[in-house]
Nanobody, 122 residues
Framework: QVQMVESGGGSVQAGGSLRLSCAASGYTYPMYCMGWFRQGSGKEREGVATHDVHSRTSYLDSVKGRFTISRDNAKNTLYLQMNSLKPEDTAMYYC????????????????WGQGTQVTVSA
């Protein structure tokens, strides 16, 4: 059974940094795609960044240049380095994985973690 566990969330002031981690387990071969998604209060879940097995990445426009996604297949771990955080980045952040597709559309991902809260104060 695939399990994904996020960590690293917290509260920071605007301009600060956080590094999220996602430890995945329960499968043998690397997932084709792993990604980070977020959902703010009263908002729909949106894709933040994805990373496929060929190391191709994609980002939400509003985080380009501030967030960096990386992946360690040997450790089955996904990371999201978040710099220059803004109050509008406040959300629950989820990691997700899929064996077949890689894009920023949440509905296309099969496996999900429980989320870690990120709060950015002005």
């Amino acid at each position: 059974q695939v399990q994904m566990v996020e960590s690293g969330g917290g509260s920071v002031q605007a301009g600060g940094s956080l590094r999220l981690s996602c430890a995945a387990s329960g499968y043998t071969y690397p997932m084709y795609c792993m990604g980070w998604f977020r959902q703010g209060s009263g908002k729909e879940r949106e894709g933040v960044a994805t990373h496929d097995v060929h190391s191709r990445t994609s980002y939400l426009d509003s985080v380009k240049g501030r967030f960096t996604i990386s992946r360690d297949n040997a450790k089955n771990t996904l990371y999201l380095q978040m710099n220059s955080l803004k109050p509008e980045d406040t959300a629950m952040y989820y990691c997700a994985a899929d064996r077949n597709r890689c894009n920023l559309v949440p509905d296309n991902f099969s496996y999900w973690g429980q989320g870690t809260q990120v709060t950015v104060s002005a």
